[in-house]
């Protein structure tokens, strides 16, 4: 599974909600999804610690724009927060807690 670079490559760039299925990728990646079976995850708390951290990142990101006044970056966040607890659960934490 290849991830698609940005120029600059930071984090921050990625906290987007266009970005949001990459991030996804790279958390399967992580969690060492089988290719063979993409139900099977070899790492599943990889997944779940990803989902925390990026938490913690993106409310990083809405800090800072909301004390810079960055209304577009502050847009950004909270645009991606949403995607985040709508689609988290539908892609990620079905396979988690499918894992035996």
Known sequence: MKLKKLASGTLEEYLQPQYFDLV???TLM???QDE???EELACPSN???LKYDMR???SAKLGLAIR???EVKRREAKD???VMDIDWSTQLARIILEQP
Do not use: N
């Open 47 to 49: 997944a779940i610690k």
């Open 56 to 58: 913690r990142q993106v």
């Open 36 to 38: 063979a079976d993409e």
């Open 24 to 26: 996804i990728k790279a």
């Open 80 to 82: 991606f927060m949403k």
């Open 30 to 32: 992580c969690a060492k």
């Open 68 to 70: 810079g006044g960055d």
